[in-house]
């Protein structure tokens, strides 16, 4: 099973040779699952919903996407207090339902606000019960994943450092959950590690590159996530020279949640 990850499309400020380059190959790969971590559009605007829809309908596999901090009304400060996230769930309301599928689910995680009381309003913030919620107490799937748009905890080698609101709690709940995979995006580096908790619990971390013009030392990049007989490899998709480029960040057992550092033998 193959789960494409994208994050922070912008479009309004999309890289379209990138795009056009990653529609290709996501449909070359047949992947089950479709996975955007948020930021599809840059100001809000309308045209950028229309932009971004049309992109994602190309896809015929299963599509979950949740809300970045840019698809508020930008500009529209009234609508970003009352009705921050109407616009996005009228373009995309359809792709916020969990995906369930062969022993798999993948549930979304609204993190983006419209306004907060701090200065950054672009950070991330952790509703505890809906990440509750997310987390779901009677899944019967092998590998659970949820997805939003922040991380909890911010990758150390991102340039972009982030603080999410309630992240070192809701990190830490994570942990000790069942849910074994974290994709997010809002840092626009790819990334992933194995975050563990004090408690003894775990889960891996992932994040998903731009797709867009607004780098951050990193060129455009998206994920696959290939999961198969309990193992998760991430390999990264990067853009350069007009072409991406596989490059393996990682693989897990997912039964034990520990980095797998010498292949191993699959017996098919």
């Known amino acids: 099973m ?9 479009f309004g400020r999309e890289d379209k040779p990138a795009l056009k380059a990653a529609a290709d190959l996501v449909l070359e790969l047949d992947v089950s699952a479709l996975v955007v971590s948020g930021d599809l559009t840059q100001r809000g605007k309308r045209e950028e919903f229309e932009a971004a829809r049309e992109w994602l309908s190309q896809f015929k596999t299963p599509i979950l996407c949740v809300p970045g901090n840019h698809d508020t009304p930008l500009l529209n400060i009234a609508a970003r207090a009352t009705d921050a996230f109407g616009r996005y769930e009228r ?9 369930k599928m062969d022993g798999l689910s993948i549930r979304g995680l609204n993190t983006a606000r419209g306004w907060q009381t701090r200065m950054n309003w672009a950070e991330g913030r952790v509703n505890l019960d809906d990440l509750e919620a997310s987390i779901g107490k009677d899944e019967a799937e092998a590998v659970r994943i949820i997805a939003c748009h922040h991380p909890f905890k911010s990758p150390a080698k991102a340039r972009l450092q982030t603080e999410t609101k ?3 709690e809701a990190s830490r709940r994570l ?11 809002h840092v626009h580096t790819p990334h992933a590690e194995l975050i563990r908790d004090p408690s003894g619990g775990a889960y891996i971390a992932i994040t998903a590159g731009t797709l867009s013009t607004r780098l951050r030392a990193q060129p455009p990049a998206f994920n696959i996530l290939s999961i198969r007989d309990g193992i998760a490899t991430l390999n990264v998709q990067t853009f350069e020279d007009g072409h991406f480029h596989e490059g393996t960040h990682g693989s897990w057992d997912l039964a034990i949640l520990e980095p797998i550092r010498t292949p191993r033998v699959v017996t098919v």
């Not at 990850?5 to 912008?10: E, G, I, K, R």
Request: hydrophobic share 40%.
């Open 2 to 10: 193959k789960i494409a990850h994208f994050a922070d499309l912008h």
């Open 175 to 185: 942990a000790a959950s069942p849910v074994q995979i974290l994709m997010t995006g």
């Open 91 to 99: 373009y995309f309301g359809e792709h916020s339902q969990p995906l």
């Open 166 to 168: 309630r992240g070192e």
